[in-house]
């Protein structure tokens, strides 16, 4: 990157004015030190100034890898001291929060958030200290998450929606059983598993049983004895017989 000539003559405008500051300092003391921090503001004000300084401060990080580490440092020093204050802290935070809601809004920005979003969780997975402190975010999140009744729910809901998205792929279905069968030789939950079956099987039994039974032709009602005409219930007595009669 190659400066423009107006780039040099400010600077070596500013090169000549600090000298003659200087000079003026040493010479009329109070008065000297008044026009050097007047010129310095005058040099903050000047765009020309400004832009040479940025472009040769980026120069300089290109060329010397020595420079370039110091003044990274300095500009990571100066974010710290930003967080350490509480003012500027919050409006830090205001600002970063403004730029990544621009950037979700513009489609180059969603994209490049995206990008920086998978490296930075490759890099905390192959950093083991790194991925600790995030498996223990996440946790200490799920926990919380299950407390609130909203999020509980949301959130059991998107296990089942997984669940069913697995049973539903054959080839991650068969690996999903492939986990799950050393958990079911576990003697605890094969014992429960099998308390399980026994009751859905007493059950389908009684089920079972209960629709034979509605199945079954009803047997006819026994017969009752006839009652008499006059209503008493009782049989009419035999007529003797006149030929069995001893007096004839």
């Known amino acids: 990157m190659r400066w423009k000539p107006t780039g040099w003559i400010a600077l070596?405008?500013?090169v000549v004015f600090l000298a003659a500051g200087c000079n003026q300092q040493g010479q009329n003391g109070q008065m000297g030190t008044q026009g050097m921090e007047q010129m310095t503001e005058n040099m903050a004000r000047s765009e020309q100034v400004q832009t040479s300084f940025s472009r040769g401060?980026?120069?300089?990080m290109k060329q010397d890898h020595q420079a370039r580490k110091v003044i990274l440092q300095n500009?990571?020093?100066e974010q710290n001291m930003m967080l350490e204050d509480p003012e500027l802290r919050s409006r830090l935070l205001d600002f970063n929060i403004e730029i990544n809601r621009l950037m979700t809004r513009d489609e180059q920005g969603l994209e490049q958030l995206k990008v920086s979003s998978i490296k930075s969780m490759e890099g905390i997975t192959h950093d083991t200290k790194a991925h600790r402190q995030m498996f223990q975010i996440e946790q200490l999140s799920r926990q919380k998450s299950l407390k609130d009744p909203k999020l509980r729910n949301q959130l059991l809901t998107q296990n089942i929606q997984e669940f069913s998205a697995v049973s539903n792929?054959?080839?991650l279905r068969s690996k999903m059983a492939d986990a799950m069968?050393?958990?079911l030789k576990d003697p605890k939950i094969a014992a429960e598993l099998e308390k399980m079956i026994q009751m859905a099987?007493?059950?389908e039994v009684q089920k079972i049983m209960?629709?034979?039974k509605q199945q079954q032709p009803k047997q006819p009602a026994p017969s009752q004895p006839k009652k008499d005409e006059s209503g008493s219930g009782h049989q009419p007595a035999p007529i003797d017989n006149p030929s069995s009669d001893p007096g004839n």
């Open 57 to 60: 401060r980026v120069d300089v």
């Open 75 to 77: 500009v990571l020093t």
């Open 201 to 203: 099987v007493q059950k």
């Open 12 to 14: 070596f405008t500013c």
């Open 210 to 212: 209960a629709q034979m």
């Open 181 to 183: 069968l050393p958990l």
């Open 169 to 171: 792929t054959p080839p």
